[in-house]
């Protein structure tokens, strides 16, 4: 069993210029309102509190609690628009910690980040991109976080997700574009998978006809 795990838990300068000081993913979390009858909202944080991910405490305590219930590692949902990337200093730091010995892979969010939260096209803040220089960097950093011990695999080869592979022009062209970069990080393969939500719940498409693996 893997947990998403977004990492907004935390102030970033994004959010304060766009949402206000200090705004993190908890205040959604909070203003969240019953949609229907029976519907529990708000959650509220019970063991771990309104955590701040950019403190190493709170890792080790996520990490004990993964354990204790199961939970096999974190898939991290990970933000590269080209240009520039996000939400990246907390992950980056868990990944500098190998005393942090808890599994990992990472899912590329890659859809448009707007003012509504939908990934779609109103009020960008920040616009996906899918030239060449981006893909590269994409995948260059999905095989720097591959050769860490702590990521996961399937039958040996690194598990890299692609949140929304529908939105890519080429997805067959990265699928291969990806095989190639991992196989030239030294790694035999990637075992690509994508996430069945959005377009894809849909479509449901095959993951062959993609290119991917699952």
């Not at 529990?40 to 955590?51: E, I, M, R, S």
């Not at 990337?85 to 590329?108: G, M």
């Not at 591959?146 to 529908?166: C, E, K, M, Q």
């Not at 690509?192 to 719940?201: G, P, Q, T």
Request: hydrophobic letters at 40%; charged letters at 25%; one cysteine or more.
């Amino acid at each position: 069993t893997i947990a998403f795990y977004l990492p907004q838990f935390h102030t970033t300068e994004e959010n304060d210029f766009y949402w206000g000081k200090g705004f993190t993913e908890w205040a959604n979390v909070a203003k969240a309102r019953p949609a229907y009858v029976g519907h529990y909202q708000p959650h509220l944080p019970a063991d771990l509190g309104f955590y701040d991910l950019r403190v190493r405490e709170t890792i080790v305590r996520q990490t004990a609690l993964a354990r204790r219930y199961g939970i096999a590692g974190f898939c991290v949902y990970y933000y590269n628009f080209g240009r520039r990337r996000a939400l990246d200093k907390a992950f980056e730091a868990i990944v500098a910690d190998p005393s942090l010995d808890f599994p990992y892979c990472i899912c590329w969010a890659n859809e448009n980040w707007t003012r509504h939260w939908d990934g779609g096209t109103r009020e960008p803040i920040f616009e996906q991109t899918y030239d060449h220089k981006t893909l590269l960097k994409v995948i260059h950093d999905a095989t720097r976080y591959a050769a860490d011990p702590r990521y996961l695999r399937v039958n040996g080869r690194p598990l890299f997700l692609v949140y929304r592979p529908l939105l890519i022009p080429d997805i067959r062209g990265f699928a291969a574009l990806c095989r190639q970069g991992f196989r030239e990080a030294g790694f035999d393969d990637v075992h690509l998978a994508y996430i069945e939500s959005m377009e894809a719940l849909q479509k449901i498409p095959r993951p062959e006809d993609l290119g991917f693996d699952a």
